[in-house]
Every structure is written in C-alpha cells, then in structure tokens.
C-alpha cells in the first residue's frame, strides 16, 4: 500500500518574471516497506519536495498525500497531528531543540503524542543506542560533535509508529561508517512498514534504496530501479 | 590485483599445498576474485624459479607438493606492501574519453551521456550494497573488499555530478563556454 503519494506536484518561489520554478510535475509513489532515495544537483528541488510531501509547504499545484488522506482537506491542526504522528522528518540542519538533551530531543514526539515520559525516554534510549549514542543521551546539543547531533535527529524521527520517514542528507556530517550505521537505522524502520525518502548527493547512501530517483532542474529526469535478483558483478557472492 | 604477492602473503604464515592455496585466496578476497588452479600452479612456478618460494619434495607419486616461502620472498613480500602502487599518470579512463567525446558530437546532450553512465554506476552499487546489506554472512575481508568497490564507483560517480555541474555551469557563463574563443584569446596574447 502507497503510503507516500505525490501527483503532478509543481511550486514555484515568487511570482512574476522573477518567479522560481523549484518543482515542475513531480509524481512519486511510495509503498509500504520501501526506501526511496533523491538524488539531483545542488538547487535541483530535493528538500522542496521533501519538505511539500511533509505537509510544511504547500505545493503550487498537485496533491498530496499521505496514509491514504488528501493534504489539501486537513486543517492545520490535522496536519500538525499527522508531522507528529504520521511523519518522522530529518532536516538538512537537524532542528535540535538547544534546551533538551540528546534523549529528551529524541523522546519529544512522543511525549508530545501523550505517550508517558518514562516510556519515551527507554524509547528515546533505544534509538540512541542503536546509533552508538547510548552515553551521549544526556548532553544537549552544543556538546555534541556535528556528526552526534545529526544521528540524535535521526533517531527522533524514527521512533514511535511513525509511517512515513523523510530524511535531508541524513548523512551530511558523517563519516561513511556512521552514514551506513543510520542506512541499517533507516532500512531496520522500513522493514518495520515505513515508506521512506531520503535526499542525498551520496551515492553510497542512494545505494542501499530500492529506487532512485534523479532530480534536474525542478524534474524527474531519471530513475533506477533495478532487478535486484539480477545481478551482473563479477563475483561469485552475487 | 597481484596474485604473486596475494600467494607470498598467505605462504608467510607457513607452508601450504596448491589447492590450499586456491581456498585461502578467494576467502582472503572474500571470495570476490575467483582463482583458477592453473593461476595458483603458474604462479608458484615463477616464484620458485625466482627463488622467492620452495617446494617441498613429494613424498611419493600422486601426493600434493607444499611450497614455502624464502627469505628472499619475505623480503620481497614486505617491500610490496610498503610500495604505493603506481597512480603518477592518469589511466586512459574509457567514462573520461567518452564524456569529452560527447561534447564534440553534434546533437549529443552531454547531460545524458552522464546521466546514462550515472544510473549505470548506481545500479552497480546497489547490488555491491545489497551483498553487505545481510550482516549475518558478512565478513571482514569481505566487507573491506566492498567497501574498496563502493568507493572505487562512489568516486566516478563523483566525477559525474562535477563535470555536469562544471557543464552546466560553462553553458551559463558563455565567456568560459567554450574552449573556442578562449584559445583565439590566448593566440592574441601570444602575438
Ligand atoms: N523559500 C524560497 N524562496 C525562493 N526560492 C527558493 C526557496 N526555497 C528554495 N528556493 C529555490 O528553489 C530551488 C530548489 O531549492 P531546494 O532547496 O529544493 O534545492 P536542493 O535540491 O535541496 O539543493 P541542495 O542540494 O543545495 O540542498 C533553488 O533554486 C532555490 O534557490
Ligand atoms: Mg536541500
């Protein structure tokens, strides 16, 4: 089942003769359990269309949606439930808070979903372990390396019943080791049912997606979305 | 890939027979790069006759014969590894030859030639990925040698996306776009 949905999704940035057109006729459908990777030049329209199909902007044209329910019908409220609930989202910045810890960063969706806050700190402990974290959960932001912070923001997403994972270059401040350490995190997530999509220059990161897809100029130029059981390498594992 | 010095290194921990030999390659390789019999006895016979390995006598017709390493072999051995392979000169790389070749071809979208050998690289990955992605049946050697692979792509890909942001760019700025009226400039300045 299409838990990601876009169709014919265009946004343009100002209007007139200096109006930008970001996004031109975008569709993207993405199931249940499977991993979507973004790739596209700098200025290409990756974190546009991430952030359109995370409900925090508005396409110019086209629909969204998401587990199945329009974007267009929801009020605010409606969507602001769905990006706590629904929607576990990644920022090119990471967006921690500065006045929490590394765990409580974590532990917020949920709490803010009314789980109790003992269970959303073993949550927020677990997924900070499983990246390596576990002695970092009580530090706030700015004692955390830059490659720390970005791996806190990766676990807040991922826990809770989160359906839907949007990650901007998750791995950008990473090392290759810990960028393949939060892939595992990612995919461990889509095999429990997330659809995801992750924007990323990486090429080692677009890897381990079951599809690619090639952005240029605001356009779907391209995809990949090889036949997995075929493989062509020159090695007797294959 | 160099099966002389792959051979020396395995015969440094001590004797072995041919077949043997063919075995702790591949897994050594994590079984990456297969190796024919014939390979391992070719190459034993060089290095025998090079003085870098020995052979043991049979004890009889029909047994295996062991080899074992030589001082010299030792010797030769840890000068390879210390020895950087040579990259002074650039390798007539076939992806190179055929993007600038696409900038000459009238009607060629250079864009799509790198798109067609991005994708192509990608897919490539994948699969490398898809061997690592079961952690179970993944070992050492094996990761170390996937990860050489990945990288090896990773880093064409890379090459890629510049020179189609370079393109790109050269395209908008029409005074470095081509490499036209910049050699008549030069010309200018040389007269
Ligand atoms: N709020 C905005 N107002 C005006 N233009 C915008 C705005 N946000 C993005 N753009 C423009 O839209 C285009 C797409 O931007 P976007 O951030 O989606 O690119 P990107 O592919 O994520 O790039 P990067 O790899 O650098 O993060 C760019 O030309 C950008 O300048
Ligand atoms: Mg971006």
Redesign the interface.
Known sequence: MSLLELHQISKSYGEGPTAVRALAEIDLSVDEGHLVAI?G?SGSGKSTLLTIAGSLEEPTSGEVAIDGASLRAMSRNDKARLRRRTIGYVFQDFNLLPGLTAAENVALPLELDGVSARKAHQAGLAALEQLGLADRAGRYPDQLSGGERQRVAIARSVVGERKVLLADEPSGALD?TNGEAVMRMI?DACKRGVAAVVVT????L????DR?I?L?DGRA??H?A?D?SD???A???? | MSVRHAILALLSEGPKYGLQLQKEF?SST?????LNIGQVYTTLQRLERDGLVESDEAENEGTQKGFHITDAGSTELSSWLNTPPDMTSPPRDELVIKVLSALRVPGVSV?DVI?VH??Y???????????K?DEADFDLT?ALVV?AE?FR??SV??WL?TA??RL?RAASEPSVASTGPRLGRRLVVRR
């Open positions: 790739m030049p290759s995919l220059h990486d090429a080692h677009a890897s381990w997606a690619v090639f240029r130029v391209d990949v090889p997995l493989s062509s390498l090695t007797p594992r294959a | 591949e994590g079984e990456v790069w297969p864009h798109q991005r994708r690289l990608i897919e490539l990955m994948q699969q490398w990925t898809r061997l992605e094996f990860d990945l792509l990773d890909v890379r996306d189609d942001g790109k």
